[in-house]
């Protein structure tokens, strides 16, 4: 692999990471608002209701993954 393909494959990386954190943000901060709407409005607001929301879930569920202990590593 040459250096320019490396670079290129190194910023793409850094990209959907950022991209990656920002929704993730978003998503809590929407998570939060929402409860508040609906303690206040009292009328069900939901974030699934929002278009972003699979992008949403697909990251949170990749963030649980890389938390979670391996499994395959020898008690203590």
């Known amino acids: ?4 393909t490396f670079l290129i494959q ?3 990386s850094q ?3 950022s991209r990656d954190n920002a929704v993730e943000r978003l998503g809590r901060t929407m998570d939060d608002m929402l409860q508040f709407l609906q303690k206040k409005f009292k009328y069900p607001f939901q974030i699934k209701d929002l278009i972003w929301y699979e992008q949403y879930l697909r990251i949170k569920t990749i963030r ?3 938390a979670k202990p391996d499994v395959d590593l020898p008690g203590l």
């Open 1 to 4: 692999m040459n250096t320019g």
């Open 10 to 12: 190194d910023l793409n």
């Open 15 to 17: 990209f959907t990471s």
């Open 64 to 66: 649980a993954a890389e």
